[in-house]
């Protein structure tokens, strides 16, 4: 069974950092590209940033470039996401998930909380 746990997420002030983890399992995980996502209050869910699988970082929102880092550790079956610089329009619960998955959509997991205020 796919499964993802995202973890690392929490309030910060604005221009702080954080660096969110996600454990992946059920699948092949070095072989497919994985992405983190995020969904704001009354907002439809947006990529973030993706990266293959062999650990190159394919695409990030222009929202986040320069700010947030996308990297995986394929013997942990882990990606992370580093976002510094922070800002209020970065709060959002942020998930992880493998849009190389067939029906990639039904495996959402819980996501995690991440407040950006003062």
């Known amino acids: 069974q796919v499964q993802f746990v995202e973890s690392g997420g929490g309030l910060v002030q604005p221009g702080g950092s954080l660096r969110l983890s996600c454990a992946a399992s059920g699948f092949t995980f070095s072989t497919y590209a994985m992405g983190w996502y995020r969904q704001a209050p009354g907002k439809d869910r947006e990529v973030v940033a993706i990266i293959t699988g062999f650990d190159v970082p394919m695409n990030y929102a222009d929202s986040v470039k320069g700010r947030f880092t996308i990297s995986r550790d394929n013997a942990e079956k882990r990606v992370f996401l580093q976002m510094n610089s922070l800002k209020p329009e970065d709060t959002a619960v942020y998930y992880c998930?493998?849009?190389?998955?067939?029906?990639?959509?039904?495996?959402w997991g819980q996501g995690t909380q991440v407040t950006v205020s003062s």
């Open positions: 998930n493998s849009p190389g998955i067939s029906g990639y959509k039904s495996f």
